[in-house]
């Protein structure tokens, strides 16, 4: 047998980032100010972001340099292994190659450090005191309170409801590293109120955490704000994911035909099928890359691709982005990561221009490809992570189908050590099933006033 793992040295972790936007023959349209809907210029960000992020959101350089103080903290996990799944190869008798990117091998067990920890190190580098974030299921608000403790930052999280009472230990996770988390929507804001004053039981979502958050960093001027998804310089951070891969592809003598990766915004996604969709815009290769999002909250799948708020109340840029409508409420699922309204304007204009696919699961068949790829690789994944099993899992009972062979990667960005609740809410026969209704989405998006993209 081949060998199963594919392992690089610390000299093979990325130098520099990849910035799609480079290649890409459409550039994201700019973000509006919600107000003038017009352009906005750093100004408008100064207040939340330090001037090194701005610069690297509107960049068009195609390699952004990684400083060595990120690169010396990235060493404390990266390079993160892949392995080739022979014992699920075996399950599905597929003539199909699995492999899988592991980034559950970091402290926070997800792949957010990646972009945590310069997000972290520019906001030292401007003296920025505080930074408040919102987080779902709570590996992003874990990534940043492990970043912001590294570097001697006071941490803010807010975490929505439904994950903050089902996913008790991601919230002690965070406080073990310094951070202070809140349950969203909160009394802690007027954003928080004011839901809270509409609807008393709210589960909460991500756009009303990014309210909250934002509105905190607005107020202070030695507080910041920071996203795990979504936008343009969070998407490059994570591209060492997939920059990494393609050395461990080439050790395996391998190249993929098909990239899978769960979608919530596009930081996951974009990290591994970013730097192989290079192959595509530069050489013309025809890598199928998949983002792999929950029918719960399709907004790629069944949104509609126009201009709106990354958050509920209002108080963020407009961005042209596939969306369900900034005031859509996903059910709570256990995929916390995955339940954001919008996608980012990257992958937005990707998935406009036909170059990448979206694909849509129910939570069952989720959780089933879950339990298959535990019992046969042994890794339990995050139920964010299964939408890409899954996918990669329906890819490769096609290429059975076809009698094709198929190379496929896929992202496991994290491990569901913090998931029992779900797993057991599954074995037991208790997990529910849920997909959102299109009188639900028309209902959501009729209430939108942003601008229509022609």
């Keep these: 047998m081949a060998q199963k793992k594919f392992t690089l040295t610390e000299a093979d972790i990325p130098e520099k980032w990849y910035n799609i936007v480079a290649d890409m023959p459409n550039k994201p349209l700019p973000p509006l100010h919600p107000g003038t809907k017009e352009p906005i210029g750093p100004e408008m960000l100064a207040p939340l972001f330090p001037m090194e992020l701005i610069k690297q959101e509107v960049t068009s350089e195609k390699w952004v340099d990684i400083p060595e103080e990120v690169r010396d903290i990235y060493k404390i996990w990266?390079?993160?292994?892949?392995?080739?799944?022979y014992g699920l190869e075996k399950l599905l008798d597929t003539p199909a190659k699995i492999y899988?990117?592991?980034e559950g091998v970091s402290p926070a067990g997800s792949h957010k450090p990646n972009t945590a920890v310069p997000q972290a190190f520019y906001n030292k580098q401007a003296g920025v005191k505080r930074i408040t974030t919102e987080t779902g299921a709570g590996q992003?608000?874990?990534?940043?309170?492990?970043?912001?403790?590294?570097?001697?930052?006071?941490?803010?999280?807010?975490m929505v409801k439904a994950s903050y009472d089902s996913k008790p230990y991601r919230k002690?996770?965070?406080?073990?590293?310094?951070?202070?988390?809140?349950?969203?929507?909160?009394?802690r804001t007027e954003a928080g109120k004011k839901i809270l004053a509409g609807d008393p039981d709210s589960p909460g979502s991500l756009g009303i955490a990014i309210?909250?958050?934002?509105?905190?960093?607005?107020?202070?001027?030695?507080?910041?704000?920071?996203?795990?998804?979504?936008?343009?310089?969070?998407?490059?951070?994570?591209?060492?994911?997939?920059?990494?891969?393609?050395?461990?592809?080439?050790?395996?003598?391998?190249?993929?035909?098909?990239?899978?990766?769960?979608?919530?915004?596009?930081?996951?996604?974009?990290?591994?099928?970013?730097?192989?969709?290079?192959?595509?815009?530069?050489?013309?290769?025809?890598?199928?890359?998949?983002?792999?999002?929950?029918?719960?909250?399709?907004?790629?799948?069944?949104?509609?691709?126009?201009?709106?708020?990354?958050?509920?109340?209002?108080?963020?840029?407009?961005?042209?982005?596939?969306?369900?409508?900034?005031n859509f409420i996903p059910a709570p699922i256990h995929a916390g990561g995955l339940r954001y309204h919008g996608a980012g304007a990257i992958v937005s204009q990707l998935l406009k221009d036909g170059l990448i696919e979206a694909q849509?699961?129910?939570?069952?068949?989720?959780?089933?490809?879950?339990i298959k790829f535990a019992r046969t690789e042994g890794i339990i994944p995050a139920p964010e992570a299964t939408h890409a099993i899954a996918t990669a899992i329906r890819e490769a009972e096609r290429a059975k189908e076809e009698g094709v062979s198929k190379t496929i990667l896929f992202n496991l960005c994290g491990?569901?050590?913090?998931?029992?609740?779900?797993?057991?809410?599954?074995?037991?026969?208790?997990?529910?099933?849920?997909?959102?209704?299109?009188?639900?989405?028309?209902?959501?998006?009729?209430?939108?006033?942003?601008?229509?993209?022609?």
């Design 78 to 85: 990266r390079p993160t292994p892949m392995f080739r799944a």
């Design 100 to 102: 899988y990117k592991y």
């Design 140 to 158: 992003w608000g874990s990534a940043l309170s492990f970043a912001c403790q590294l570097f001697g930052i006071e941490c803010e999280v807010y």
């Design 172 to 187: 002690i996770m965070m406080n073990t590293w310094g951070a202070s988390v809140y349950p969203s929507p909160s009394n």
């Design 211 to 326: 309210s909250e958050a934002v509105e905190l960093a607005f107020q202070d001027e030695n507080t910041k704000y920071a996203l795990g998804s979504v936008l343009n310089h969070v998407l490059m951070h994570q591209t060492v994911i997939g920059l990494e891969a393609i050395k461990q592809l080439e050790q395996a003598g391998d190249f993929p035909d098909i990239i899978v990766a769960p979608f919530g915004g596009g930081s996951n996604f974009a990290g591994i099928a970013f730097p192989f969709l290079r192959f595509n815009l530069d050489e013309g290769k025809k890598i199928r890359c998949i983002a792999a999002e929950p029918a719960s909250c399709p907004k790629l799948t069944r949104g509609v691709f126009r201009y709106d708020l990354g958050d509920t109340v209002g108080m963020t840029p407009l961005l042209p982005m596939y969306t369900l409508g900034h």
């Design 360 to 370: 849509a699961l129910k939570q069952l068949e989720c959780f089933e490809a879950g």
């Design 415 to 454: 491990h569901g050590h913090f998931d029992m609740g779900a797993y057991e809410q599954y074995l037991s026969g208790k997990l529910v099933e849920h997909e959102v209704t299109q009188e639900e989405i028309l209902a959501s998006l009729a209430e939108l006033d942003t601008p229509v993209i022609a």
